[in-house]
């Protein structure tokens, strides 16, 4: 049987595959959160011609139904059929993902001060070649040469081994090696090549959250990022957040599953890079993981049981430098595939490379630093001490449990204004054009707009006499946000989605103000206060502070970094001082477990309003509303 697409290509199906999967096998990917389980209602195409089983609509409405739309997770053809994809379900994998603010990552590195020096080294030998008097085997000569570069304790896998031969041959036993550094005194062989065979070197920064998974494929001789991969952690179909993962994982036996489901995302990132690029596989030899402790352990097939059981305690922190083969990624088997190191359950690798890539460990001043991501984790410090905490904030802000929620990448409204006279909105979208949903910053812009105008009251409960805008919805009272005339699409804002936001930034504050009390400090003692996240390009920093997410501070005090994970396993991947650097961060970090000191329910109920119960807090916001 054939699927076709409009404007597009046509692939063989069976009624074993669903549209979903036919579409993925060749390289056609659609938005899918729930990663095919067929709750998340997002992978929608629509039936033009042919027929088709339909195992559930889910979330899909009368009037789409009506149109012929589908969810692909859960069709599949039963003789040929032509399908359309709507914009709003295409998922891009390549570069217009906003995935981080920093363009110009070489001029990033260079401002570290440090020199380019790879995970993965190269070394040029010319070897003597054998003779009667010089007979000793291949390998234990190409020890000899390498000693006398210096580099000493080289160890080979059997692959490497198994083409030395050919290799030294060919290039008349000249040969370029590549290795990785274990540490002082141990070296693993990565690959040799005859000099003749010019081949770039690439390696990968890998960041692994537990919503989105990111991938920056990198020239490693010069630092320059070539591509920009990104798509959903599929894992979501087992759960949005890392406990429901670990429960999977442990309770369901289903480690396997979660394991293969994330490696065969990045995989999938890998195989399409390097397809575009014309990259051999083998020739990416160094990659770097950043992700929270829960998605590392699963990465590995660690057993993450013990992170959610007091005293919650992992099974790695500082994981060994291990290899392609072990880490079943689409690269040269023997790549150096180096971890960034986590500081507790719930503080991450991911948290570790954001701090490197904020410099404040650099900085005498005090500095705050925010990551709000599928959680949020917050930490306090400067160049001698950071204390750290997390805060569970939920996915909301990349569009987790939230009916029009998306990453911030095309399609997706940034923001919100709202009209003071006829009380209607005006949005503006990533890329232009006809908006698909709303990701975090939007979400942030719309709560305060409403607020301000009155839709919504202190808790975020709308007020249908304002406008009628506000109508009855399938899931109680909602906000006309957007209407696509064409499509014949409403996106809104819904009574539940305004309950989660709430309760996520009220989590959020809840977090930095303990953490703060902990420290001894007050917010006056901050000289810097940087937000990561996947916000897109920006986050209204004005319009966080209204909602009561983050402190009432100036805003030249805040700097928005976007996605600093992946940007710090950029850094680690480029540089051995930085890879340093970054463990010393991890060493410095003191863990604060929220939930033991005391206090945090009555900081979580006093932020459960617009922008808190406490308005002295938020003495800016008080003025700028009349409070
Ligand atoms: S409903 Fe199909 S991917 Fe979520």
């Given at each position: 049987?054939?699927l076709s697409i409009t404007g597009g290509s046509s692939f063989?199906?069976?009624?074993?595959?669903?549209?979903?999967?036919?579409?993925?096998?060749?390289?056609?990917?659609?938005?899918?959160?729930?990663?095919?389980?067929?709750?998340?209602?997002?992978?929608?195409?629509?039936?033009?011609?042919?027929?088709?089983?339909?195992?559930?609509?889910?979330?899909?409405?009368?009037?789409?139904?009506?149109?012929?739309?589908?969810?692909?997770?859960?069709?599949?053809?039963?003789?040929?059929?032509?399908?359309?994809?709507?914009?709003?379900?295409?998922?891009?994998?390549?570069?217009?993902?906003?995935?981080?603010?920093?363009?110009?990552?070489?001029?990033?590195?260079?401002?570290?001060?440090?020199?380019?020096?790879?995970?993965?080294?190269?070394?040029?030998?010319?070897?003597?070649?054998?003779?009667?008097?010089?007979?000793?085997?291949?390998?234990?000569?190409?020890?000899?040469?390498?000693?006398?570069?210096?580099?000493?304790?080289?160890?080979?896998?059997?692959?490497?081994?198994?083409?030395?031969?050919?290799?030294?041959?060919?290039?008349?036993?000249?040969?370029?090696?590549?290795?990785?550094?274990?540490?002082?005194?141990?070296?693993?062989?990565?690959?040799?090549?005859?000099?003749?065979?010019?081949?770039?070197?690439?390696?990968?920064?890998?960041?692994?959250?537990?919503?989105?998974?990111?991938?920056?494929?990198?020239?490693?001789?010069?630092?320059?990022?070539?591509?920009?991969?990104?798509?959903?952690?599929?894992?979501?179909?087992?759960?949005?957040?890392?406990?429901?993962?670990?429960?999977?994982?442990?309770?369901?036996?289903?480690?396997?599953?979660?394991?293969?489901?994330?490696?065969?995302?990045?995989?999938?990132?890998?195989?399409?890079?390097?397809?575009?690029?014309?990259?051999?596989?083998?020739?990416?030899?160094?990659?770097?993981?950043?992700?929270?402790?829960?998605?590392?352990?699963?990465?590995?097939?660690?057993?993450?049981?013990?992170?959610?059981?007091?005293?919650?305690?992992?099974?790695?922190?500082?994981?060994?430098?291990?290899?392609?083969?072990?880490?079943?990624?689409?690269?040269?088997?023997?790549?150096?595939?180096?971890?960034?190191?986590?500081?507790?359950?719930?503080?991450?690798?991911?948290?570790?490379?954001?701090?490197?890539?904020?410099?404040?460990?650099?900085?005498?001043?005090?500095?705050?630093?925010?990551?709000?991501?599928?959680?949020?984790?917050?930490?306090?410090?400067?160049?001698?001490?950071?204390?750290?905490?997390?805060?569970?904030?939920?996915?909301?802000?990349?569009?987790?449990?939230?009916?029009?929620?998306?990453?911030?990448?095309?399609?997706?409204?940034?923001?919100?204004?709202?009209?003071?006279?006829?009380?209607?909105?005006?949005?503006?979208?990533?890329?232009?054009?006809?908006?698909?949903?709303?990701?975090?910053?939007?979400?942030?812009?719309a709560i305060v707009e409403l607020y301000k105008h009155g839709?919504?009251?202190?808790?975020?409960?709308?007020?249908?006499?304002?406008?009628?805008?506000?109508?009855?919805?399938?899931?109680?009272?909602?906000?006309?946000?957007?209407?696509?005339?064409?499509?014949?699409?409403?996106?809104?804002?819904?009574?539940?989605?305004?309950?989660?936001?709430?309760?996520?930034?009220?989590?959020?504050?809840?977090?930095?103000?303990?953490?703060?009390?902990?420290?001894?400090?007050?917010?006056?003692?901050?000289?810097?206060?940087?937000?990561?996240?996947?916000?897109?390009?920006?986050?209204?920093?004005?319009?966080?502070?209204?909602?009561?997410?983050?402190?009432?501070?100036?805003?030249?005090?805040?700097?928005?970094?976007?996605?600093?994970?992946?940007?710090?396993?950029?850094?680690?991947?480029?540089?051995?001082?930085?890879?340093?650097?970054?463990?010393?961060?991890?060493?410095?970090?003191?863990?604060?477990?929220?939930?033991?000191?005391?206090?945090?329910?009555?900081?979580?109920?006093?932020?459960?309003?617009?922008?808190?119960?406490?308005?002295?807090?938020?003495?800016?916001?008080?003025?700028?509303?009349?409070?």
């Amino acid at each position: 049987m054939k699927l076709s697409i409009t404007g597009g290509s046509s692939f063989e199906t069976n009624g074993n595959s669903t549209i979903y999967e036919t579409l993925k096998a060749n390289g056609v990917f659609l938005v899918s959160p729930c990663g095919g389980k067929g709750t998340c209602g997002k992978c929608q195409v629509k039936v033009i011609s042919g027929g088709a089983t339909v195992k559930s609509y889910g979330k899909l409405g009368q009037q789409e139904r009506h149109d012929g739309i589908t969810l692909a997770c859960q069709t599949s053809a039963t003789s040929d059929l032509h399908i359309e994809i709507p914009e709003h379900s295409k998922l891009v994998l390549g570069g217009k993902i906003a995935v981080s603010i920093f363009k110009d990552t070489v001029a990033y590195l260079q401002s570290y001060g440090v020199s380019i020096d790879p995970l993965a080294k190269r070394v040029s030998l010319t070897l003597p070649p054998p003779s009667i008097q010089d007979n000793i085997g291949d390998l234990q000569r190409l020890c000899r040469s390498l000693e006398e570069m210096g580099i000493t304790n080289m160890r080979f896998a059997h692959k490497f081994v198994s083409t030395l031969m050919e290799t030294l041959r060919e290039g008349g036993f000249n040969t370029i090696v590549s290795y990785s550094k274990q540490n002082d005194t141990v070296c693993d062989a990565i690959s040799a090549y005859p000099p003749a065979h010019p081949n770039g070197r690439f390696g990968l920064a890998i960041d692994i959250g537990t919503t989105t998974v990111v991938v920056y494929m990198v020239d490693i001789a010069n630092g320059a990022v070539i591509d920009i991969g990104s798509t959903y952690n599929s894992q979501t179909k087992y759960g949005d957040d890392v406990i429901t993962r670990i429960v999977h994982a442990t309770e369901g036996g289903g480690l396997a599953d979660l394991r293969n489901t994330v490696v065969g995302d990045i995989n999938t990132i890998i195989d399409f890079q390097c397809g575009k690029h014309n990259i051999e596989s083998r020739h990416v030899e160094a990659a770097v993981i950043s992700g929270n402790t829960t998605m590392t352990h699963i990465f590995w097939g660690l057993n993450p049981a013990s992170i959610r059981e007091d005293p919650y305690i992992p099974t790695v922190n500082y994981y060994p430098l291990w290899h392609g083969s072990q880490a079943r990624l689409a690269i040269n088997q023997q790549a150096a595939v180096y971890t960034a190191p986590s500081v507790a359950s719930y503080v991450g690798g991911d948290i570790v490379t954001g701090i490197l890539a904020s410099k404040m460990h650099r900085s005498p001043g005090i500095s705050l630093f925010m990551d709000i991501g599928t959680n949020a984790e917050v930490a306090i410090g400067n160049d001698e001490w950071i204390m750290t905490a997390a805060c569970s904030a939920g996915p909301c802000f990349e569009g987790g449990g939230i009916k029009f929620g998306m990453r911030a990448t095309q399609g997706a409204i940034e923001s919100i204004k709202i009209d003071p006279a006829t009380l209607t909105p005006s949005v503006s979208v990533i890329g232009g054009g006809v908006p698909t949903g709303i990701c975090g910053s939007g979400m942030i812009d719309a709560i305060v707009e409403l607020y301000k105008h009155g839709i919504i009251n202190q808790k975020g409960v709308f007020n249908p006499a304002k406008t009628p805008l506000v109508r009855e919805g399938e899931d109680g009272l909602e906000f006309l946000i957007y209407r696509d005339i064409i499509q014949q699409r409403d996106i809104v804002l819904t009574t539940v989605d305004m309950e989660n936001l709430i309760r996520a930034k009220a989590a959020i504050f809840a977090g930095v103000s303990l953490l703060l009390r902990e420290a001894g400090l007050t917010l006056d003692v901050l000289e810097r206060v940087y937000v990561a996240g996947g916000f897109g390009n920006s986050l209204n920093i004005e319009k966080a502070v209204m909602l009561g997410m983050i402190p009432d501070l100036p805003s030249d005090k805040y700097i928005f970094l976007g996605n600093t994970s992946i940007i710090g396993a950029y850094l680690t991947l480029m540089s051995d001082t930085l890879r340093g650097e970054l463990e010393s961060i991890a060493s410095r970090m003191t863990y604060i477990e929220l939930s033991v000191v005391g206090g945090y329910m009555d900081e979580y109920m006093s932020a459960m309003f617009i922008p808190h119960t406490d308005l002295s807090k938020f003495p800016s916001v008080a003025a700028a509303l009349g409070l």
